[in-house]
């Protein structure tokens, strides 16, 4: 079991682009006024006992291309229109309106984070979506106040630290993020499917259990025989979702219920691919028979 999860983000720099000496740069485009451009320091620790057992950095970049009309409030957009006063460009730049960047901010966040997915997780809390959005938002704001600026490079970091009572725990969680991925992607690894299923049961529990203990799947009587029934919302008020592809029920939708709780219930192919590799439930650790 895991035992505790901290996750940490923070908008590290929001700068004007150097188009002379920035690796970070956007294509130009005509109809676009505003570019901005997300670079993203994500960062997983795992550790046990302060020792940190891995660590994984890797650096995510998103681009996004806004034209300034779309900052603007119409309302005195109209009013200017209907004294003829004449706007050009740079004029757009300063009647941003504050509150609809911060909306247009916030919703990139959360277009990167839905993109970004990471073990079925959101790369960012909403909490930390709802703090970084204003603090970028109030940067961006005033380089527009005082440059003019329309090409913006915001550098943030998130940090995720994953702390475990043992190092076997550490090993099976890899392991289910692992069998979580495969079914995620299922059409994209069945060409390989055997291959990644050895490398999931040998290589990722090294350590966990003996060699001639590996995980393997649950037996094919035990798989056929989960009781099937259709999604009912008044039946199932605390289960909403799919614990192994985390998407939601449909009404009326067939799923498949262990037997360790009625409470434990998936999508009928979801937890068939699970239990094809891993006897155990996805939710409670509770072993299906392999024989």
Known sequence: MVVHHEHYSHCEEVKLLDLTNDEYVIEEDDDAELLLRFVINQRDFHEKDGEILNEVSEEIIHGFKI????????????????????????????????????????????????????DTNHLFLHNSVERLHKDISVQIYNLFKSTGGATIVIHLEVVNMHCYENIQEYHVSQMEALLRTMVLLDNQLSEYE????????????????????????????????????????EDCKQVTSCSVCCEEFMIEEEIRKMPCSSAHIFHADCIQKWLEINHICPVCRYQMPTE
């Open 194 to 233: 055997e291959e990644v299923i050895q490398l999931v049961q040998s290589a990722s529990m090294e350590m966990v259990q003996p060699a001639d203990d590996q995980p393997k799947g649950a037996s094919r009587a035990s798989i056929d025989g989960l009781e099937r029934i259709k999604y009912k919302s």
């Open 67 to 118: 034209d300034m009309e779309e900052l603007l409030n119409n309302e005195i957009l109209q009013e200017l229109f209907q004294q003829d006063y004449l706007l050009i460009t740079t004029d757009f730049k300063h009647l941003v309106d504050f509150d609809i960047l911060q909306d247009f901010v916030r919703d990139m966040l959360i277009e990167i984070g839905n993109n970004t997915l990471k």
